[in-house]
């Protein structure tokens, strides 16, 4: 009878989880304090036992990487991974046992990201040396290509929404906040960032919004970019009823483009919410970026109001901040300044102004 030889990858991966473990409980007995701490937190083995059992899955590292700084549902990582549904709810669910993922609702869509707190004190360590360790390791080349799949239709969807509802999207995004709401604060931040008389701006799906004047007013040249070829026209029709001579139009995917030139200033106004992959864009951003030029992100905070991806094609109901600072330092970031401006309606706005980290 043949023996089946075990795959060279499993072993390997394996290998380094263990390290991990071994490399966290060395440290754990050399500090004889956390042993209280464990009969404090933790009565029984248990959840070491979940974790454990959790990372000894080759699928389940997998949707771990997955998860690294984005969020999926179910039927997306289903896609990705090129599983069924049955299975990968399973996997999810011990997942989620162990304290390694956990749901997030989106109106009434479901998705999944990496855990953000444990709630055992002494698996701290070992669940962030996990993480790490398993960050170490690159996504299968199938699950990267089905991964852009995903991201691509996502980008697919918004853009055939604009393109569907462009006439009244104006309108209906003005039911949760109009720009003359926080065009002063947004006037002061932009004043206080040094510039030369012919720095560069870049916006990304700019539409018909008034900051367009804001940019041409401050930058000597302004590009802006968008996915939407409807949203673009309206665009160029705002900037010719300005008289706005300094503004040129692209459209493409900003996620898929390359830098042409390096940019002072890049804005995103309203529209990471609707970006296939947040994370993905301060990773893009940066590569735009000049070494003294300024990421200008303003979007909501996390809400509940579903009908926003009705009638706005949300894809996110908002951020956490610290989701936006954590991207942010990841893709070579600092935080410069930051502002929160509560409307009546009970939506909360965001301001963010990052800089590259020159010294990373």
């Known amino acids: 009878m043949a023996v089946r030889q075990p795959r060279q990858g499993n072993i390997y991966q394996n290998f380094l989880i263990y390290v991990a473990i071994y490399r966290v409980v060395i440290k754990m007995a050399s500090h004889s304090f956390l042993y209280t701490a464990m009969n404090a937190y933790i009565p029984t083995a248990d959840p070491l036992i979940r974790l454990t059992k959790a990372v000894g899955d080759p699928l389940r590292l997998e949707v771990l990487r997955l998860l690294h700084q984005d969020s999926y549902g179910v039927l997306e990582l289903c896609r990705i991974t090129d599983t069924p549904q049955s299975g990968m709810s399973h996997h999810l669910r011990i997942l989620n046992d162990a304290n390694l993922v956990e749901r997030r609702k989106e109106g009434t869509s479901i998705f999944y990201r990496r855990t953000t707190k444990t709630p055992h004190a002494v698996l701290e360590a070992l669940t962030q040396t996990l993480f790490q360790t398993i960050d170490q390791m690159p996504l299968s080349l199938e699950s990267q290509t089905?991964?852009?799949?995903?991201?691509?239709?996502?980008?697919?969807?918004?853009?055939?929404?604009?393109?569907?509802?462009?006439?009244?999207?104006?309108?209906?995004?003005?039911?949760?906040?109009?720009?003359?709401?926080?065009?002063?604060?947004?006037?002061d931040l932009l004043q206080s960032v040094d510039r030369h008389p012919h720095a560069t701006a870049l916006e990304i799906g700019a539409g018909s919004s008034p900051l367009i004047q804001l940019l041409s007013q401050q930058y000597g040249n302004v590009t802006c970019v968008d996915n939407s070829e409807a949203m673009l026209s309206a665009t160029r029709a705002a900037t010719q009823a300005w008289g706005l001579n300094n503004v040129d139009c692209r459209y493409a995917d900003f996620l898929t483009i390359k830098p042409h030139a390096q940019m002072d200033l890049l804005v995103i106004n309203m529209v990471l919410h609707h970006i296939a992959s947040p994370s993905s864009f301060f990773e893009t951003a940066r590569a735009w970026m000049e070494p003294e030029g300024?990421?200008?992100?303003?979007?909501?905070?996390?809400?509940?109001?579903?009908?926003?991806?009705?009638?706005?094609?949300?894809?996110?109901?908002?951020?956490?901040?610290?989701?936006?600072?954590t991207w942010a330092l990841d893709a070579g970031f600092r935080s410069d300044q930051t502002a929160y401006l509560g409307l009546k309606n009970g939506f909360q706005i965001q301001i963010h102004l990052f800089q590259p980290n020159i010294e990373l």
């Open 294 to 325: 300024r990421l200008l992100v303003i979007d909501l905070c996390p809400h509940d109001q579903d009908w926003a991806r009705e009638i706005c094609g949300d894809q996110w109901l908002g951020f956490d901040p610290s989701d936006l600072l």
């Open 146 to 187: 089905r991964k852009e799949a995903v991201h691509r239709e996502r980008s697919r969807r918004s853009a055939a929404f604009f393109e569907e509802h462009h006439e009244q999207l104006k309108d209906n995004q003005e039911l949760i906040t109009e720009f003359a709401q926080y065009r002063e604060c947004l006037s």
